[in-house]
């Protein structure tokens, strides 16, 4: 309805799974890589949790996306069933035949192991996703534990991949289910956006519904909603959606606060008053500001009180909490209609450790026996930093669709790293001299940072100098009309961007266009030959702030 008038091809915040919306960030791209680490983990369970609408479905699906064509893997999405039943689904979703005795469980594990055995000896994994997992029964639960029993001698037979909300977190830390917690291989809670990832969620979204747009935000409106939406994602569509709306309701062009203050009271319910008013959050905010001493005791009792009844909560991790903090961590936890933005609050006593972050490594050696032998497995990570996800095709031709293209310099080192001034794939002299390909995410004047899945390294520059011999790749976003292996100036669509940007840049629009862009080649440092290729083309990208993940700098 409102699309036109913002100058947009489609409405960018629908709420159902579009591929071409997907927005990967830090958090999710780290989600994804530990599903993926558990791929070679040797069997057990990869556990991912993460609130309401926070994008679990959409890690799911781009792993799924990259399983490789070796892994025959099961999806069940309604785990409310028995032991049985969840037996006779996974069988079904396997096309196991069903045995003689459908309500035997026995017969069903007896068949599930005859499977997973076939399976190995034909160099196959077998992979058993678990979606709203949170649902589960004790009773499945622990059917699932046996199901790890299946192995040889080598490895277990079956992967468990479970997803579900926090609460999934909470029934692992139960003294019951100790041996199932205790195979839990790989874990992950996807937490809300950060407001700079909001904004960035956002930007994306609209720029794939209509690129040459322009945002139809104010800063104070993108803000607020972050505030009201506490950063999640599915929350952020419904209430950027309403926003929009109201906005071409009244023929404005541009979303301020108040209408997405309004936009809130419609979709979420909210009364009129600010967050910090409601009588609910109030609450919170006296009970976070009463934490040291009796505050701390009252919390308890309510707590206690209230144990019997499923609810989330805000927790007190320490006597010396603000106001500001308070109130937002209460508003976010007591908005009508949505999840807490924080994990339930648990005692420390029966909160499941999380475990420290692992060091990265400083070894070129341990990089190497860590990197992927394929190339398009480094492809297929580094298209997640441009929130594209790809199968097992070829990469440059699948990332196509999302108009992105690659870039390969055979030998130009760092210079050409430092000058695109993005992450890509670079290829290093494995054992025997066999290349094998990492992602290179991070570089500062003394050091590289280097990733491979999960794994990450840190290497000074004359450590990764010892493996890598310059070969650089990564993704660019083309512009209008491009074709490879066509001058740019010889598509309209192209040379008029060309121009269009070159204007932006402050280049004199009377000059001729081959002037102006060896000038700007001259201003960025790229050899000048007054042809807009590639390179030239990515520079101006930068200068027109065209969203491409930069290199960053080491933390």
């Not at 599903?35 to 890690?59: N, R």
């Not at 799911?60 to 409310?80: D, H, S």
Request: with cysteine; net charge positive; proline share 8%.
């Amino acid at each position: 309805m409102y699309a036109p008038f913002f100058g947009l091809s489609k409405e960018p915040f629908s709420i159902a799974p579009d591929p071409r919306f997907l927005f990967m960030s830090e958090q999710h791209r780290e989600a994804l890589a530990h599903l993926l680490y558990g791929l070679g983990g040797g069997g057990g369970f990869v556990l991912l949790t993460g609130e309401i609408g926070a994008g679990k479905t959409t890690v799911c699906r781009c792993f799924l996306e990259q399983v490789p064509e070796r892994c025959t893997v099961a999806y069940v999405f309604n785990p409310k069933l028995t032991a049985t039943e969840l037996l006779q689904t996974v069988c079904g979703e396997f096309g196991i035949t069903a045995p003689a005795d459908p309500g035997s469980v026995k017969a069903h594990v007896d068949a599930l192991n005859a499977f997973l055995l076939a399976a190995h000896a034909q160099g196959r994994q077998a992979i058993l996703v678990i979606d709203e997992a949170q649902a589960l029964s004790a009773d499945v639960l622990e059917q699932l534990r046996l199901l790890t029993n299946l192995e040889t001698a080598e490895r277990k037979l079956l992967q468990i991949v479970l997803i579900g909300q926090p609460e999934l977190r909470d029934m692992l830390a139960r003294p019951g289910l100790e041996q199932l917690a205790q195979r839990v291989i790989a874990r992950y809670h996807l937490g809300a956006l950060s407001p700079a990832e909001t904004r960035q969620y956002i930007r994306h979204r609209l720029a794939v519904a209509g690129p040459n747009a322009p945002l139809p935000f104010d800063g104070a409106a993108l803000a607020r909603i972050h505030r009201l939406s506490g950063g999640v994602p599915r929350r952020i569509n419904l209430l950027a959606d309403r926003a929009l709306l109201g906005a071409y309701a009244q023929a404005r062009a541009l979303v301020d606060r108040r209408t997405v203050d309004q936009a809130a009271r419609e979709v979420f319910g909210a009364s009129g008053a600010p967050a910090w008013r409601r009588p609910a959050v109030v609450s919170a905010v006296l009970l976070l500001l009463l934490a040291g001493g009796a505050g701390l005791w009252l919390l308890e009792r309510q707590r206690a009180a209230s144990s019997t009844k499923p609810q989330r909560a805000v927790a007190a991790s320490s006597p010396a909490v603000t106001l500001g903090a308070a109130v937002a961590a209460a508003g976010a936890a007591s908005a009508p209609g949505a999840a807490a933005a924080t994990a339930p609050a648990t005692p420390a006593s029966q909160a499941p450790a999380a475990a420290p972050p692992e060091p990265p490594s400083t070894d070129p050696a341990e990089l190497l026996a860590a990197a992927h032998a394929l190339q398009a497995t480094a492809w297929r990570e580094l298209a997640l930093r441009w929130n594209v996800a790809i199968g097992e095709g070829e990469p440059c031709t699948a990332v196509a669709q999302a108009q992105l293209a690659c870039f390969r310099s055979a030998a130009g080192g760092l210079p050409v790293v430092r000058q695109l001034a993005r992450p890509g794939v670079i290829t290093l002299q494995g054992v025997g001299g066999a290349p094998v390909y990492a992602v290179l995410a991070a570089l500062d004047e003394d050091q590289a940072t280097v990733q491979v899945g999960a794994q990450r390294f840190v290497l000074t520059l004359p450590a990764l100098a010892s493996a890598w011999r310059g070969e650089f790749a990564t993704y660019w976003r083309v512009p209008p009309g491009w074709r490879d292996g066509t001058p740019a100036m010889a598509v309209a669509a192209t040379r008029d961007w060309v121009e269009q940007q070159l204007g932006r840049a402050g280049f004199d629009p009377a000059k001729p266009l081959r002037q102006r862009v060896f000038a700007f080649q001259l201003a960025q440092g790229l050899p000048p030959d007054g042809q807009a290729g590639p390179m030239t083309l990515m520079r101006l990208n930068r200068a027109a702030g065209v969203d491409e993940p930069p290199l960053q700098a080491e933390r």
